[in-house]
Nanobody, 115 residues
């Protein structure tokens, strides 16, 4: 059973930056495409940045040019570098596979963008 542990969130002012990390337990991490999701209050969870095992990436239009996903397969870790943060980026951020079957969700990490 793979466990996912997200970290790195916090309170940041508009225009600021954060780097999120997602540590995954288990074997064969490098095989699977992963992704960062977020869930804002009152909204559904959405995939915002996928990354394949080999490192090719995608990004949702809402965060294009501001967020970058990366991974370190040797550390079983996926990262999300978030720059130029906006209040509308406020959400709980999660990582998981980018498609079914998903792993069990971790606890997520709260990101709040506010002055």
């Amino acid at each position: 059973q793979v466990q996912l542990v997200e970290s790195g969130g916090g309170l940041v002012q508009p225009g600021g930056s954060l780097r999120l990390s997602c540590a995954a337990s288990g074997s064969f991490f490098s095989i699977y495409a992963m992704g960062w999701y977020r869930q804002a209050p009152g909204k559904q969870r959405e995939l915002i940045a996928p990354i394949k095992g080999g490192g090719s990436t995608g990004v949702a239009d809402s965060v294009k040019g501001r967020f970058t996903i990366s991974r370190d397969n040797a550390k079983n870790t996926v990262y999300l570098q978030m720059n130029s943060l906006k209040p509308e980026d406020t959400a709980v951020y999660y990582c998981n596979r980018d498609r079914d079957p998903l792993y069990s969700w971790g606890q997520g990490t709260q990101v709040t963008v506010s002055s």
